[in-house]
């Protein structure tokens, strides 16, 4: 299935499946709101008007609503629990996670080299340095301090030239990973060849690359002036790296699939991405400052673990996000009310 109508078809089986759990009368559906779910016959209301069955008769509205609502609630979690299963949203989820965590070592090295190029050696030793100090044995330390003070010693512009190329080059299969999974979200049929899909998915990893290392060096590496300066600038730098994280992100969505989407730069989907990424990685770095024990066996495993129920968590996120786009993109370019107005009374 290569079109809009294919996955019209697709959701309106979904939407069928939902709607004939109930035994109340229904409407058929247009085939322009394929996921509008069909409401009660009624001669005096609109056609999206629901009446409380015969056992809600007579109780309080407060109840009946109550009730409702959680009729919606469970609507919305077997629509998404459908569109998991249809989509493969998390075996491509892990595909991607495998990916990013690939390329932490060579963009960790990337990092290290760019802070002993712009000459911020400061950052490692005042705000790195103490708290992994405090969570590993001195041996341990001890080894990983010289390492990187060795490589801020040298000439660090060939490593990074050497470690830039082989960050993209790991990002660029996480790039592809997330490709395909928006190709099945929008169930378009890959029709490009890997001589176009390859140099595509380079130029995207090296776009993300650059977003995400732009804002790690706005955020830390970007000295604080004193005074009252200070109040202007540190939200200027956090809204310069949310903005390049939304960028990369943006260009990634845009240009990757083989099907293009008129997308916005700020969509319900790209605010969910985001604020969902910011919480989940002060969570993660809560629990590296103050719950992680590296002197350990034990310890470091549970580090390792949770870095990855992290990374696999955010790539969830983001296909949630493209998915949850689609499903408004869609309920947007229909003539009735769709999904918005049946789960939540809203919509046109």
């Known amino acids: 299935m290569t079109s809009a109508s294919s996955s019209a078809s697709r959701i309106s089986r979904i939407a069928f499946e939902i709607a004939s759990s109930s035994s109340l009368p229904r409407l058929p559906r247009s085939p ?104 590993l044995d001195p041996p341990v330390f001890h080894a990983i301090d010289f390492a990187v003070k060795k490589i801020f010693r040298h000439d660090s512009g060939a490593l990074v030239a050497f470690a ?35 140099p595509i998915s380079l130029g995207l990893a090296l776009a993300v690359v650059a977003g995400v290392v732009g804002a790690l060096l706005l955020v830390e590496a970007v000295p604080t002036p004193r005074g009252g300066w200070v109040y202007a600038v540190v939200p200027i730098r956090w809204l310069g790296a949310i903005v390049a994280l939304v960028v990369a992100a943006g260009l990634l969505v845009r240009l990757g699939p083989a099907e293009r989407r008129p997308k916005r730069w700020v969509s319900a989907g790209a605010v969910l991405v985001l604020a969902t990424w910011i919480v989940t990685t002060l969570v993660f770095r809560w629990y590296v400052a103050s719950l992680a024990n590296f002197r350990s066996a034990v310890g470091q495993l549970a580090l390792f673990l949770v870095l990855m129920i992290y990374v696999y968590a955010s790539s969830i996120v983001l296909l949630v996000g493209v998915e949850l786009d689609e499903l408004l993109r869609e309920d947007a370019s229909s003539d009735e009310r769709g999904i918005l107005h049946v789960l939540f009374g809203l919509g046109r």
Do not use: C
């Open 32 to 135: 322009r709101a394929p996921w509008s779910r069909s409401e009660s016959v009624s001669n005096t209301r609109p056609v999206y008007w629901r009446p409380f069955p015969a056992s809600e008769r007579g109780k309080s509205p407060a109840v009946a609503t109550r009730r409702d609502l959680a009729g919606r609630v469970r609507e919305v979690v077997r629509l998404w629990i459908d569109l998991f299963a249809e989509h493969d949203l998390l075996t491509y989820a892990s595909a991607i996670a495998f990916q990013v965590l690939k390329s932490l070592i060579p963009l960790s090295l990337l990092g290290i080299a760019l802070l002993g190029e712009v000459g911020r050696q400061d950052i490692w030793t005042s705000h790195m340095a103490p708290p992994i100090r405090s969570h």
């Open 164 to 198: 830039a190329a082989l960050t993209v080059w790991y990002v660029s299969g996480g790039v592809r990973a997330i490709m395909g999974a928006i190709n099945q979200i929008y169930e378009a049929e890959e029709t490009r060849p890997f001589w176009i899909r390859w």
